[in-house]
Structure formats: structure tokens, C-alpha cells
T-cell receptor
């Protein structure tokens, strides 16, 4: 089955700086890569996703890049703000029976230092 | 449209007790799943279902049972609770076989003493 590795497990950045979180996946048939943000005591919520036919996607201060050949994808947050402090999870899934499960990385706790 | 609804939000069990965590969605999603979240271990898949009458095991299925008699409901049963099952449990649902968002319930914090 799919295996998703996520690094780093913790990340502290000064407010206004950029943050980068990286994930690798094992199943070349995976074609959907979402990123979820989880605030303390809350449920995970989707912040951005990318499909395998696209190399990069941006939404205001966040962006995701995908390298299918190397099987890795990354989340980039620019101009970080205190409200960006949270746990971020990457995930991967396919669109065929057998790889329809959504598999998550182990999470990155991002702390923005004012 | 309530999305994914989990009950209860909090539960304390004694070792050996059984209970059922409820999950319901009103989005007509074929795919439903249960995850447990433990510190440093992310979201680990317990069981999942691709439609009514169809369930399968995830990464950590031992000690848990599921059933899917309707599209809307996907309950998770703990047969004989153990302290190792102390965790936060999330139910999630999505459209099947399409690259679309999975929606999460609000979570159930379970403590087994």
C-alpha cells in the first residue's frame, strides 16, 4: 500500500518568513495530493490540493509543488502569520480500486514566532 | 447540509467495556473511513468503506469492527476497550474514485482507563 513520509516533524519560523514542508510517497499510481491544516482541538481541514497532471498550484500565500518523477510534493507558506501556527498533514490517494485509500503523513507542527 | 457528524465528542471507558462511535454524512459520499490520531503518529487508517455493504481494513484494524448498512452511516465498534485505544478518532468521507476533498467529522476523544 501507499506510504507517505513527511518532514520535518516540527518547524519554527519567524513571522514574515517562509515555511516549507516536504512529503514523499511510494505508490506511483497516486494522483491526488491534499494538504490539511489542523488547529488545536479541531478537525483537519483542506487548505490546498494538487492533482498529478499539475506541477504547481498557488492560493494566495500558500503553494504546493509536485515532482511525479521523484514522488515528492511540498507545501510552501510565504509571509507567515501567527494564525498559520498549526499542525499540517500531507496525504496521497489514487482514483482506482485498490489505491482509493487516503494515506496521511505523520504531520508537521508549525510554530510562527512573533 | 451538516457534513460529517460524529458522536460522542468525549468518552471515558473502563478497560473491557465496549462502545460504538457514530459517524453520519449527508453528502451521499461513497467513501467513508475511520482514523485514529496519536501524538507524533499522524492520522492512521483503521477501517474504510467504498459503499454500503463493503468494508476493508486499514493500517491499524485490530480491536475495531465496522459495518456499512447504509450510505450515510459508518459506525466504529470497540469490542473490548484497552488503554492502547486511548486516542482521538476521526471519521472522514469523500466521493469515491475522484480526486476530491475528504471531509472530517469533529472528532471523538476517547480515554480508556
Amino acid at each position: 500500500g501507499e506510504n507517505v513520509e513527511q518532514h520535518p516533524s516540527t518547524l519554527s519560523v519567524q513571522e514574515g518568513d517562509s515555511a516549507v514542508i516536504k512529503c514523499t510517497y511510494s505508490d506511483s499510481a497516486s494522483n491526488y495530493f491534499p494538504w490539511y491544516k489542523q488547529e488545536l482541538g479541531k478537525r483537519p481541514q483542506l487548505i490546498i490540493d494538487i492533482r498529478s497532471n499539475v506541477g504547481e498550484k498557488k492560493d494566495q500565500r500558500i503553494a504546493v509543488t509536485l515532482n511525479k518523477t521523484a514522488k515528492h510534493f511540498s507545501l510552501h507558506i510565504t509571509e507567515t502569520q501567527p494564525e498559520d501556527s498549526a499542525v499540517y498533514f500531507c496525504a496521497a490517494r489514487g482514483s482506482n480500486f485498490g489505491n482509493e485509500k487516503l494515506t496521511f503523513g505523520t504531520g508537521t507542527r508549525l510554530t510562527i514566532i512573533p | 447540509n451538516a457534513g460529517v457528524t460524529q458522536t460522542p465528542k468525549f468518552q471515558v471507558l473502563k478497560t473491557g467495556q465496549s462502545m460504538t462511535l457514530q459517524c453520519a454524512q449527508d453528502m451521499n459520499h461513497e467513501y467513508m473511513s475511520w482514523y485514529r490520531q496519536d501524538p507524533g503518529m499522524g492520522l492512521r487508517l483503521i477501517h474504510y468503506s467504498v459503499g454500503a455493504g463493503i468494508t476493508d481494513q486499514g493500517e491499524v484494524p485490530n480491536g475495531y469492527n465496522v459495518s456499512r448498512s447504509t450510505t450515510e452511516d459508518f459506525p466504529l465498534r470497540l469490542l473490548s476497550a484497552a488503554p492502547s485505544q486511548t486516542s482521538v478518532y476521526f471519521c472522514a468521507s469523500s466521493v469515491l474514485l475522484r480526486t476530491t476533498e475528504a471531509f472530517f467529522g469533529q472528532g471523538t476523544r476517547l480515554t480508556v482507563v
